[in-house]
């Protein structure tokens, strides 16, 4: 329960922060342009606000809404989620949105997206310049990577290292990396100490969206922490702890301890441990989920790692080099959720949660929040109704044709955005709710 609290917490406080940006760039180029913003809201508040007030002097109500699914600026003559119909049945005024030159309007929609991706930017210079930006090289993983069952129809076998995609070298295993090897036709690996050259299936760019783990670092059961009042702890198991055989089989990785752990839940099993020098057989019952109560090292602290340190100056480019490999590695990824496998990966915010870690760690929720704030950038863009890209697909209509689409027909492009977006936002937390199931 307390990891699921620390998650919501995490989510909650990142979408709040990059609502908060996001809203910000429409508020202030709104203001630059001298068109009047009604109000600025974190959340949507149908009905009632949870808070809400407005400067003396201000044209601006600021408030909290009740219904965490975003936010919004209302700005006066313009046709948004507010369906305000009267005020845009009165005379244009001189500070409403609908009487401005169109590339002004255009600006001013574009805004939110532009300040998603700068606050990506500099939360990435601000982490390499905070922490240094540290990988693990993918020949440093000596057990290599563990790999799905579909993945292993293809080819790959358990343990195998990727070197080569398409003949191009493979330096870490990141997402940019998994793009190279998704895509590509021919692969090579480390195998038992020999190079293998693997012929990839045509279709092997689908099989990435039938499981969410494809490629994942193999790595021993190292023990960092135990839990108190957990079965590790009743066992006598202590951090430093090494699991490296279950029921009598050998088990050299995480995975594979967790997989016997998941096939015994509330079944005696005896675990074979290294503590130090000495070898031990410890009995020990997993719960009811198949859990034991430990924490284990993350591979970053077993594997020999690469840190680059930046200086405040280099940091900044060095964030804005990183920003734009994630989101060329998104949309290269984004091509494929157009797929009928492609549909079945989309997630809402049980997926979006469990980005962030169980625990409380600065580096991975700023890492977090800095991809998502891509990800809403990007989405964002969609030439979709009642998003920002509908918007600016309607503005550079105008700028082209030099016709601006009348008003009756805007709102019922804007209910029909709204209506797709409800619709997808089932669909995608749906796809949380089967995929918990189990189904």
Known sequence: METILIKVVQLVLSLSILVIIHECGHFFLAKIFKVRVEKFYLFFNPWFSLFKFKPKGSDTEYGVGWLPLGGYVKISGMIDESMDKEAMAQPPKPWEFRIKPAWQRLLIMVGGVLMNFILAFFIYAMMVYAWGEEYLPIQNVKMGYTYNELTLKAGF???DIPLTADGVSLERLDSKTLLKLVDAKEVTVLRDGEVVTIQLPADFNKIVFEESSNFEVRYPFVIQDVSGRSPAQAAGLEAGDSIVGANGDRTMSVYEVQKVLAENKAKEIT?????GAQSLSIAITP??????GVAMKSPYKIYETVRVKYNFFTALPAGIKIGIKTIESYLGQFKYIFSKDGAKSLGGFGAIGNLFPPIWYWPDFWSTTAFLSIILGV??????PALDGGHVMFLL????SGRKPN???MEYAQMAGMIFLLLLLLYANGNDIFRFLGK
């Open 157 to 159: 076998q358990n343990g």
């Open 271 to 275: 675990l074979e441990v290294y503590r």
């Open 287 to 292: 719960n009811e989920s198949g859990k034991i």
């Open 379 to 384: 989405m964002n863009l969609l030439p979709i």
């Open 397 to 400: 209509y105008e700028v082209v």
């Open 407 to 409: 008003d009756k027909f």
